[in-house]
């Protein structure tokens, strides 16, 4: 049981693991079990930052914040979804050409534009949130984005012939899936109930939505386009609690 969990939270994060023996058989696609727990550790992780940066000022403790989150995920997300709107945008709804430029691992001007914006949003909805103290809810984007993550990959088909999402697909349960994907949901509303059913009802838009698109445009997913998902929810998220909550 715990293994699944430290090859998710290996993956998903930059905390240092090494395991021994390396994934076997089975193991990866037990893994996507855990990612809304991976989710719950990088929140927790926030929202310890958050406390011990309280007697700074709330724009540099945003700003530190916002480097911890992407020091925390080694920009794994971010990377997919500069990616994905390059290839989205320049692909000129061109399913291979869209699938060729995302593969590029050159980043464009529209690329380098997204993550400027998402950076920015992060770091002015955390100024607002730690302006009035409110840490807890720091918990909640990082575990609807990888709860989006995860029913993304469990009910979507992968494009590519080979890589690492394929074999996740291949392994996973879907059913299980999404079983812990709605326990993630009911955590998340149980934590915060106005702002978490507001942001649970946003998240699950998006998915629907992204999920709509990539198969009108691709026929299914790649790993790009679920990191692009998962900075999606985070940042939409985010700034609606920094405005509700």
Same mark, same amino acid.
């Given at each position: 049981?715990?293994?699944?969990? =430290?090859?998710?939270?290996?993956?998903?994060?930059?905390?240092?693991?090494?395991?021994?023996?390396?994934?076997?058989?089975?193991?990866?696609?037990?893994?996507?079990?855990?990612?809304?727990?991976?989710?719950?550790?990088?929140?927790?992780?926030?929202?310890?930052?958050?406390?011990?940066?309280?007697?700074?000022?709330?724009? %540099?403790?945003?700003?530190?914040?916002?480097?911890?989150?992407?020091?925390?995920?080694?920009?794994?997300? *971010?990377?997919?979804?500069?990616?994905?709107?390059?290839?989205?945008?320049?692909?000129?709804?061109?399913?291979?050409?869209?699938?060729?430029?995302?593969?590029?691992?050159?980043?464009?001007?529209?690329?380098?534009?997204? %993550?400027?914006?998402?950076? *920015?949003?992060?770091?002015?909805?955390?100024?607002?949130?730690?302006?009035?103290?409110?840490?807890?809810?720091?918990?909640?984007?990082?575990?609807?984005?990888?709860?989006?993550?995860?029913?993304?990959?469990?009910?979507?088909?992968?494009?590519?012939?080979?890589?690492?999402?394929?074999?996740?697909?291949?392994?996973?349960?879907?059913?299980?899936?999404?079983?812990?994907?709605?326990?993630?949901?009911?955590?998340?509303?149980?934590?915060?109930?106005?702002?978490?059913? =507001?942001?649970?009802?946003?998240?699950?838009?998006?998915?629907?939505?992204?999920?709509?698109?990539?198969?009108?445009?691709?026929?299914?997913?790649?790993?790009?386009?679920?990191?692009?998902?998962?900075?999606?929810?985070?940042?939409?998220?985010?700034?609606?609690?920094?405005?509700?909550?």
């Amino acid at each position: 049981m715990i293994r699944p969990f =430290l090859i998710a939270l290996q993956f998903l994060t930059r905390i240092p693991l090494q395991l021994d023996p390396p994934p076997q058989a089975g193991e990866t696609g037990r893994s996507l079990l855990y990612y809304p727990l991976v989710g719950l550790v990088i929140g927790f992780l926030l929202w310890l930052s958050a406390h011990l940066l309280a007697g700074q000022g709330h724009l %540099l403790a945003a700003a530190l914040l916002c480097l911890v989150w992407v020091l925390i995920t080694g920009g794994l997300h *971010l990377d997919g979804m500069a990616d994905t709107v390059d290839g989205w945008l320049g692909g000129l709804r061109d399913r291979e050409r869209t699938l060729a430029i995302m593969q590029d691992p050159a980043t464009g001007p529209m690329g380098t534009l997204s %993550l400027i914006l998402v950076l *920015l949003l992060k770091f002015a909805a955390l100024y607002t949130l730690l302006e009035d103290s409110r840490y807890a809810v720091l918990l909640l984007p990082p575990v609807l984005g990888r709860t989006a993550g995860l029913v993304l990959l469990a009910t979507t088909p992968y494009v590519r012939a080979r890589g690492l999402a394929e074999l996740l697909t291949r392994e996973a349960d879907s059913w299980y899936c999404l079983r812990i994907s709605a326990l993630a949901a009911a955590a998340v509303f149980l934590l915060a109930p106005l702002a978490g059913a =507001l942001a649970i009802v946003l998240s699950t838009a998006l998915l629907l939505g992204w999920r709509r698109q990539l198969l009108q445009r691709l026929g299914g997913f790649t790993g790009d386009t679920t990191g692009a998902l998962i900075e999606g929810v985070e940042v939409s998220t985010l700034v609606l609690l920094a405005l509700v909550y």
